[in-house]
């Protein structure tokens, strides 16, 4: 080959090479306005800031990719019209914060998705918003979760929420709010309310709870209007709040009974009947052990009405008696809910 075709061939392989894709691209990237056509944020262009209001159309999707980071200046927030796939893991979550040196409530507006079918949030962190995460219609799956130091974890208006295996802590007015005036729908599980102002403040709103729980809320646990909801095996000691006297709480637990003497020996044998205050054609029979404990009783509490409502880990809503055969018995006996089944 003479000098010049390989001068030649050379300068065909740079070209072909600058043609190339280049390797990872370093971040930040700078997003605002409407993403047309969707979105795939990756880990190499993490972290990406949001300059701007942040749009995702009804016809567009946006993914999200483990360990990628989301920074939002003040005031902005992001809307999803179309498809969100946040896709963290326990080991790389996608985290959403504030563009700021500290989290704060209330700094930028949150993750707002209107009218969405397709929304799917794994293993994300969401902090410092005014709504970490807010339902506008359709429906929205949520798993492995954190949401916190916003002024609402989730918030719900008339739409519905599945989530499993994640935590709402220290939000200035509520874990969970949900209703207005539109009907919505929330099902949590596994998951874990801690420190704020409200657990839950719900209205107009259809929702379960399983196996979670409840701690050290600023004002309760729940506050409720025009609401139905029903609590199974998730510990709570706050207190309840019902607005109005169409909103019910209902909580499946198990009653725990203990009889002791005056010296606090546990007395075997003796007959301990049950009886509910609220509905007294609920009566429970049982018999102590050689411990003095009765087996536990699965029952099923309702508060209803207005005001204060006094349910929660020492609440004891039956009345206890005992006997040895016909003989009453007055022992001391207690009697508590264990919503921990």
Do not use: C
């Amino acid at each position: 080959m003479d000098r010049r075709a390989a001068l030649l061939a050379l300068t065909l392989v740079a070209l072909a090479l600058a043609g190339m894709p280049r390797g990872r691209a370093a971040g930040p990237t700078y997003v605002h306005g409407e993403l047309v056509g969707g979105a795939h944020w990756t880990l190499d262009g993490s972290p990406y800031i949001l300059v701007g209001n942040t749009t995702v159309p009804g016809d567009s999707f946006l993914g999200i990719d483990a360990g990628v980071q989301v920074r939002a200046d003040r005031g902005v927030g992001l809307t999803v019209l179309g498809g969100l796939a946040v896709q963290g893991t326990a080991a790389q979550p996608v985290r959403f914060s504030p563009n700021s040196t500290g989290v704060d409530a209330g700094f930028w507006r949150g993750i707002r998705s209107v009218n969405s079918w397709a929304i799917t949030i794994s293993h994300a962190i969401v902090e410092g918003a005014e709504s970490a995460y807010g339902v506008e219609g359709g429906l929205a799956v949520i798993d492995g979760s954190s949401f916190s130091v916003s002024f609402r974890g989730l918030e719900v208006h008339g739409g519905g929420v599945d989530v499993t295996q994640s935590s709402f802590s220290q939000n200035t007015e509520a874990g969970v709010a949900a209703g207005g005036n539109l009907y919505s729908t929330v099902t949590i599980g596994g998951s874990l309310f801690a420190n704020n102002y409200a657990s839950m403040n719900l209205d107009t709103t259809l929702a379960l709870v399983e196996n979670s729980t409840f701690l050290a809320p600023s004002m309760a646990d729940f506050v409720l209007n025009n609401t139905a909801i029903t609590v199974r095996a998730s510990p709570y000691a706050g207190p309840i709040k019902l607005v109005d006297a169409t909103s019910t709480l209902t909580v499946d637990a198990l009653l725990a009974v203990s009889v002791t003497d005056a010296y606090a020996t546990p007395q075997a044998g003796v007959h301990v009947l049950v009886e509910d205050n609220a509905n007294g054609s609920e009566r429970l029979e049982v018999v102590t052990s050689v411990k003095g404990r009765a087996p536990l009783l699965a029952v099923r509490e309702r508060a209803f009405g207005g005001g204060w409502g006094p349910l929660g880990v020492n609440f004891n809503p039956f009345a206890v008696t005992t006997t040895i055969g016909s003989t009453h018995v007055a022992e001391n006996v207690t009697a508590h809910l264990r919503t921990n089944v």
